[in-house]
């Protein structure tokens, strides 16, 4: 590939969003791989991309052939707990993957940070820019195109993040792990993006933690506050993959399904092409997905929008648009079920007459609580289980 | 690897199965490649191991990852839909990929065919009967270590499989796609899995359509009726990881979710694991699944009988055992979560208040129906659909 | 009243039927009037006909104005458990309220029996013939209209019911609690109606423990199999007015939710007119209800088959068929409801989204099972209950 | 009865708050009498009171009996469509009909009246305040105890409401029919207290178009409203008997079930107990109910409080607290539900799997919306039916 800006070089992240083109994120690596076996729930790190990269560059290639604009690095987090020497080169490999795949389509590359637990243990400004500082510089090595500085609970950290990122010249996005409650200590999302704009971010919004419906939610009170604020940017939105109604201000870790009972929330191909276009009402024009979005999730976005962009993504060879292709079905009366009315009327069954519709949240109050809430680095003790289960069973007898 | 029966050959499938030995199946690969961008809707044709074998590979390698014990070759069915030449270089190029990844791990290859559009229209014993000859010679070419019938609707169209798979002399397992109500000519699962094993099946049971309990209730009736009849055989159940209690006769594809809105139904690792252990109780001792099988369901089958078997699959270095792994979790009330108590007696939510638990299926008959119930080599016109809306909307009135 | 039979008399229950006319049953005494303050859950006993004839003679007003043809007279079980002398005075009392009512409209006053607790301990047929004699006796002075066995779970019992009522010479009507799965012993529905009638019922049915549909399928067994024994009886079904289709054998008793959580379950009119359609045209014409039958769902089976019986029942004046009554509602939006296409779609929602749409039936196995399932005469002890309360804990988790 | 504050009187409303009593409301008339076949939906007015007295008499009993403290009059709106000389006789039937009842055990009489429909349409202060004064002239020659008003959208309406009845010099309550949202024009809910205590209220709160919870959080607000502006007022609650946490600004009306389809969201006894218990535990000491608050659930409320009132009321002698009558049911498995703790975790199911648990409102908006929206006197015609429904089925597809 050329090297940016050269002579047939693709178009950068702010030149396509300043044209008005839409650009269309990428999906779920980490409850994706972990469902096909190479990411272990519970720590949530990418250390497949050195031990088993076929499965990570095929992950990439699926979301690239969905319609991806952007590659997404897998890449580790280097706070204090993955601070030895493997996690520099998993991130480098995560690099070198990320490129090889936007290579073979029109995707650029992003070099991607989060929160650290650092901050939510001693919010010591110098310590946690730099762990940024330290995976910048991979970044910076590697050459990405840009950078994202994502799944922030805290604007206060997002805004540091923003801080650190900017140095390189690169353009920088950041979105937050919020919903419309606002951040972990309450401040809401048009201030929070008020923040991050300040901060250099060109382009804000949210990622993870809240379904579809919820995220845009957020986007609008997002939008609204920089409005107010007189204040420029472009919007993004990756949301869960997942419907998250019944979530509170943590968003879904907070629901008792998480992680492992999650499966009747996943959004269809049909609720991701209403979000897309939602999105891009409210005039959001980078959308994709976090965790739950899988490679027909992302289809769903770039056909919701193909009459806009003017072209549909590879991946749609195999899908007829609507569920057109049922037209050739065997039996004629899943044929009746080829056409844009059915899909979007249809209220779909859970198949499961025992279970409710909506959970009740783990309500542990929000991370910077009580003693308890405090994050750990050691396993939780048989003796901490039992203590935590019991003050749960007091909180739904409630 | 060596020949089959040469030194240091793996043990071939009945071997296994009569020494007690539980043999993990594979799991789903149209609606798993579908989502993943490879396969077609309602073509639901494998040209993908020639187009993309990277991905079918892949889909290959995480099955057997996650413990699968059987590669079943990703192939075209022979029908005369097919027959051009194409489909002979998909089956051949099939059969080496999973050869291939049979290879790297302990498993063997069955090369499968199922039921044919000639019989619903014909009833041509001959014409039927070569098709299936057809496909059994790239298998005898490539090799295979045993062969599998499967997705039958009608139990004289599988016994003619049977028949003629048999002559190759290698072991023949035959499925069939029926729920407790029988085949769609009403005859009784005991009296089908009778006719089977009559026919020359060494192992009988039941793949697709139906999600887990109701496969294996239909699998006890196959049981008893070979009890009844005093025949001996192997159990096998590859069901569908998508929960059904609320299918007719067809099954799954005559709910209205079918194939798209299908997402709430999908099963947790934990109802899998309940299946699996159901299964065993039950004298299965061939059990994987079909559509909507994830390798992670896979996964769940060859842990909740690590203790049988006395291993857990590769895939398990990313798993702690019902839900264990969660222990290492920043957030201590998900480590909560870390037991087995948590996840079997959760009623997880679906996330979708103004969606119902149940839907009518479409009760548009049994296959050979009236006319209207043709199966139809063309694409249905516009004026078809209009008709078959018709006639729906006056069912669901009723 | 003119005597029956004399100038003027009211057409007796066997003349109506004969004629092919439809007999409205009326509803539910120990449920509606628990909820007005006059009846104890759990006793289940009729002493309000004493204690507070005015609330009693108020709800069997309202039945004769929606429409009801039959005063059941709301008696006292004169079981050894209620021996005492109190017992027959209520039951006076209860003909005396049932035949004034009755005498304000087209009404005619059933006495009514039904099962005893000496059967299920003792199977002494003498005994029990007697329990039934004594009752017989209140209704034989009373001189009620005909005679209804109902609520029995033992076919066995029931014809011995019908062996003691028919001595008298009135109509007998005999209406077992049982569902498809047939009664307590395990026969079937269409042998129990085979056997009451040649016992001497001339009239036979259900009654109870089963919802409106359940109830139907149980009919159409019982139809059956009168049929196929070549007998003649006239239909008669009165079900709960509770949907029930998660109960067993049991029926809704072993629901969790009895009886103190069944509000979600009742049945709204337009279930009912649907109830009463399916019901006529299956060939029942005695049709009626039994707990959770309030006033307006006997008005809602006197309006759906208005048509065929030529005339409304009084308590139509204060009700517009099919909620036409809305078409002067203050508000416009509401007004768009005052039509049957309108109610007969809606697919009502619960209000509930934590709850799930189905229970699972507490198992406890039939009546006459192990000891722990014998009925007893002593409150449960704290240790009894606390037992009883670690099965079910262990059977739920399974 | 004595005189109002002669020797032997009852206590005033007042003096039973002042004191820190509960005062126990009553419940539901218009539809409980609809169901019963005595007031019509869609009109629903009270002529029942002259047509019908046994009944209305009854339900008064019932509702003294579970422990009600205040027989409201079941009265007519005299508003313009109602102008005609029969309102007044009726409203003084119903004035006797209360005044007998509450003669018969430890209640007062209030007469009601609520908002009228020339408000919405002309916003004429002088015509509606006539409206309240000709209602008030009845109450005054009856000499009820003290006055609600009751059922305002509009905090203007019901200020002018209280300004009228003070004149009386007896205790004026006022209560809305608003949710958290605040009244028909955005006052929010503390605004709207502070406006009715200002005009002279001694009692606030709502009634009717919400369910427990959401009326109990829209008190909450009302109660900040006043602690913040400094005054100080008693509350009052009398919420919907039915679960509606899925409606908008305009309350249950907007549900697409009312009025024919509520009965799946009914509260149970157990519900109303920790509506009681909640109310208490918010300040609020004038607890009842509204549309759909049956007897029961009355009693409910008083056996909830009976620990801080020191007794229970008389139709508990038919009611064991918590399910304790069940201990002497014959069956064991349901002796096992005798407690506290069953009832208090049971999540009850609904036994419709086919329908949802949350519905969308009709979002109509506000009543005083465009003219389509506008209230109207003349019965729709099947032209404006058809407009209607074209409107509501293009926004349901949204």
Known sequence: MAPAGGPGAKRGILERLESGEVVVGDGSFLITLEKRGYVKA????????????????????????????????????????????????VNAAACDLAR?????????????????????????????????????????????????????EHAEEAMWAVEVLKELGKPVAATMCIGPDGDMHGVPPGECAVKLVKAGAAIVGVNCRFGPSTSLKTMKLMKEGLQAAGLKAHLMVQSLGFHTPDCGRGGFVDLPEYPFGLEPRVATRWDIQKYAREAYRLGVRYIGGCCGFEPYHIRAIA???????????????????????????????????????????????????????????????????????????????????RELFEKQKFKSAQ
Chains 1, 2, 3, 4 share one sequence.
């Open 42 to 89: 519970g720590l949530w790190t990418p250390e497949a991309v050195v031990e088993q990269p076929d499965a990570v560059r095929q992950l990439h290639m699926e979301f690239l052939r969905a319609g991806s604009n952007v590659m997404q690095t897998f890449t580790f987090s280097a706070s204090e707990d993955n601070m030895e020497s493997k996690w520099e080169d």
């Open 303 to 385: 056909e919701e929008l193909a009459p806009e962009r003017g072209f549909l993504p590879p991946a749609s060879e195999k899908h007829g648009s609507w569920g057109s292709g049922l037209d050739m079905h065997t039996k004629p009366w899943i044929r009746a079920r080829a056409r844009k009315e059915y899909w979007e009327n249809l209220r779909i069954a859970s198949g499961r007459p025992y279970n409710p519709s909506m959970s009740k949240p783990d309500a542990w109050g929000v991370t910077k609580g009580t003693a308890e809430l405090m994050q750990q680095k050691e396993a939780t003790t048989e003796q901490q289980l």
């Open 100 to 152: 090889e795949v936007a290579g073979k389509g029109d995707a650029l590359v992003a070099g991607g940070i989060c929160q650290t637990t650092v901050y939510k243990h001693h919010k010591d400004e110098a310590r946690v820019k730099k762990l940024f500082q330290l995976q910048l510089d991979v970044f910076a090595r590697k050459n990405v195109d840009f950078l994202i500085a994502e799944y922030f």
